[in-house]
């Protein structure tokens, strides 16, 4: 301490502060580089925490949303089925004849000659659970009683969704918030995907793949881009 500052007190008084106990220093305010480390490392936490947060949400209401529709859509589409089999059994009990004319015409159709036909027809109109079931399986092209399952139909749906979502999900969930690693899984995930289904229908498996990847890879540009517009940054 060769100069005095001209700021503190004097020397003197100084020595005599210090040796009781007065301390001059104080943590830095201003800001230096703890506070935007700080705040840099929270906003982190934070934004891969929204992002996380965004993204059960969306998972979600999305497996509900595909749930619930598939379930509605089969339960109606059952539904509509059911009330043209209780016409058709109106029809069966009022109209037999008729109705087992039109059931020989049927067979004609199939390639019996008349008397085969009539003949199959009547044998078939005798049970009327038979009668019902060939005459629903020609004007509806269903079998009544084998209608698929709305439940089934909407827990698969649901499961379905749901497992797609949780990959592009799965690195931020484990604490990897990095976009790339993201991106990288679902494209996998997507090739993978298009893949499977072109095996299963008998397409090229690659170009399948590629295809589900260019499709999927469209729609989360036109998500992002939206995303983008409406919420004024990216992810
Ligand atoms: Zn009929």
Same mark, same amino acid.
């Given at each position: 301490?060769?100069?005095?500052?001209?700021?503190g007190p004097s020397q003197a008084t100084g020595a005599a502060a210090l040796q009781a106990g007065w301390y001059h220093g104080h943590r830095d305010v201003s800001g230096g580089w703890l506070r935007p480390?700080?705040?840099?490392?929270?906003d982190g936490?934070?934004?891969?925490?929204?992002?996380?947060l965004t993204g059960v949400a969306a998972l979600v209401a999305g497996a509900f949303s595909m749930g619930t529709g598939e379930y509605i859509s089969v339960t109606n589409q059952n539904e509509l089925v059911q009330s043209e089999?209780?016409?058709?059994?109106?029809?069966?009990?009022?109209?037999?004849?008729?109705? %087992?004319?039109? !059931?020989? &015409?049927?067979?004609?159709?199939?390639?019996?000659?008349?008397?085969?036909?009539?003949?199959?027809?009547? +044998?078939?109109?005798?049970?009327p659970d038979t009668a019902l079931r060939l005459h629903t399986r020609e004007e509806l092209g269903v079998d009544y009683d084998e209608l698929p399952s709305p439940v089934v139909a909407g827990t698969a749906s649901l499961l379905a969704f749901s497992c797609g979502a949780l990959v592009p999900l799965f690195p931020y969930l484990v604490g990897a918030s990095?976009?790339?690693?993201?991106?990288v899984?679902?494209?996998?995930?997507l090739v993978t995907g298009g893949g499977v289904v072109g095996r299963l229908t008998g397409r090229p498996v690659i170009r399948a793949g590629l295809? %589900?990847?260019? !499709?999927? &890879?469209?729609?989360?540009?036109?998500?992002?881009?939206?995303?983008h517009l409406i919420g004024?940054?990216? +992810?």
């Open positions: 301490m060769a100069q005095e500052d001209p700021r480390a700080v705040f840099g490392a929270v936490l934070v934004s891969a925490h929204t992002v996380v089999v209780s016409l058709e059994r109106q029809m069966l009990s009022r109209f037999p004849a008729a109705e %087992q004319d039109e !059931l020989a &015409g049927y067979f004609r159709q199939y390639g019996a000659d008349p008397d085969t036909a009539a003949r199959m027809a009547a +044998a078939a109109s005798a049970d990095v976009l790339w690693v993201s991106l899984l679902t494209a996998v995930a295809r %589900q990847l260019a !499709l999927g &890879g469209l729609a989360i540009a036109v998500t992002y881009l939206v995303g004024g940054h990216g +992810a």
